[in-house]
């Protein structure tokens, strides 16, 4: 069973940073694309970032290239998103979500975590 628990989420100011983590288990995580997702208040799901399978290749949202930076360990079968300069803007729920297809470069959604909330308020 696939499984995607995300951790590190809280309140911080804005200019402040965080690094989210995704542990997964229950499938071969080194040959899947990995995406953090998010949902501000209000709104819809919004794709934030992707890791390739291969771990060199990335892409971000507009929105957050360059404060954000998403990176894998797939010895601890965990993703992370780091996030910097964070604002006011970036508050919402962030989920991870695992390719539904190995070894596919596209970013896809087959399955998710329960979420973890970032606050960004002074």
């Known amino acids: 069973e696939v499984q995607l628990v995300e951790s590190g989420g809280g309140l911080v100011q804005p200019g402040g940073s965080l690094r989210l983590s995704c542990a997964a288990s229950g499938f071969t995580f080194g040959i899947y694309a990995m995406s953090w997702v998010r949902q501000r208040p209000g709104k819809g799901l919004q794709w934030v970032s992707t890791?390739?399978?291969?771990?060199?290749?990335?892409s971000y949202a507009d929105s957050v290239k360059d404060r954000f930076t998403v990176s894998r360990d797939n010895t601890k079968n965990t993703v992370y998103l780091q996030m910097n300069s964070l604002q006011p803007e970036d508050t919402a729920v962030y989920y991870c979500?695992?390719?539904?297809?190995?070894?596919?470069?596209?970013?896809?959604?087959?399955?998710w975590g329960q979420g973890t909330q970032v606050t960004v308020s002074s």
């Open positions: 890791m390739y399978n291969g771990g060199s290749s990335t």
């Open positions: 979500a695992k390719n539904p297809v190995p070894y596919d470069d596209r970013p896809r959604f087959g399955s």
